[in-house]
Antibody
Framework: EVQLLESGGGLVQPGGSLRLSCAAS????????MSWVRQAPGKGLEWVSA????????YYADSVKGRFSISRDNSKNTLYLQMSSLRAEDTAVYYC?????????????WGQGTLVTVSS | NFMLTQPHSVSESPGKTVTISCTRSSGSIASNYVQWYQQRPGSSPTTVIYEDNQRPSGVPDRFSGSIDSSSNSASLTISGLKTEDEADFYC??????????FGGGTQLTVL
């Protein structure tokens, strides 16, 4: 059974940093690209960032480019999102999601999400 | 870059049929697969339609998907509506430059 378990969310001040983790199990982690998708309170889904299976390619939404960094440790089956220079508009539930394949950015499994609140 | 536009909300009575549209702003809707997700309050999204019109195992055949090149849109149709179908529905597609794009979401009310 595929499981994705996010952690690391919390309250952070504007301008601060936070690192999210996503522990994966139930599939060959290194074989699949992974993404982070966020959802601001009462709003829709927004793709944030993606990383290829081996970690050699990374992609970012314009809204987070230069501030967020995605990485993965395939030996630990864990995905990360390092967030810095956080803004109030980054407040959201952050989901990690497994991509269906390396050629299609579609998602077949999602974690339960972790809430990030940026506020003073 | 392209956008996907969905109606903000739809409502229909139990037993009826509802269709949610998803219009692509530029580029062909047929160029990349469209996927549909259902999200109930407080829960993560789950896939109800993949590869334009395929249903994952466990999703009732009351759910169907299609694409229409003439209107450059995808549609999710739910027939025989049940109160348990109430949720937010999102369409999603992708391309090499934009990566993943979600529609704004449609709130389905079954009343």
């Amino acid at each position: 059974e595929v499981q994705l378990l996010e952690s690391g969310g919390g309250l952070v001040q504007p301008g601060g940093s936070l690192r999210l983790s996503c522990a994966a199990s139930g599939f060959t982690f290194s074989s699949y690209a992974m993404s982070w998708v966020r959802q601001a309170p009462g709003k829709g889904l927004e793709w944030v960032s993606a990383i290829s299976g081996r970690g050699g390619s990374t992609y970012y939404a314009d809204s987070v480019k230069g501030r967020f960094s995605i990485s993965r440790d395939n030996s630990k089956n864990t995905l990360y999102l390092q967030m810095s220079s956080l803004r109030a508009e980054d407040t959201a539930v952050y989901y990690c999601a497994k991509e269906v394949s390396s050629t299609m950015t579609l998602f077949d499994y999602w974690g339960q999400g972790t809430l990030v609140t940026v506020s003073s | 870059n392209f956008m996907l536009t969905q109606p903000h909300s739809v409502s229909e009575s139990p037993g009826k049929t509802v269709t949610i549209s998803c219009t692509r702003s530029s580029g062909s809707i047929a160029s990349n697969y469209v996927q549909w997700y259902q999200q109930r309050p407080g829960s993560s999204p789950t896939t109800v339609i993949y590869e334009d019109n395929q249903r994952p195992s466990g999703v009732p055949d009351r759910f169907s998907g299609s694409i229409d090149s003439s209107s450059n849109s995808a549609s999710l149709t739910i027939s025989g509506l049940k109160t348990e179908d109430e949720a937010d529905f999102y369409c999603q597609s992708y391309d090499s430059s934009t990566h993943a794009v979600f529609g704004g979401g449609t709130q389905l009310t079954v009343l």
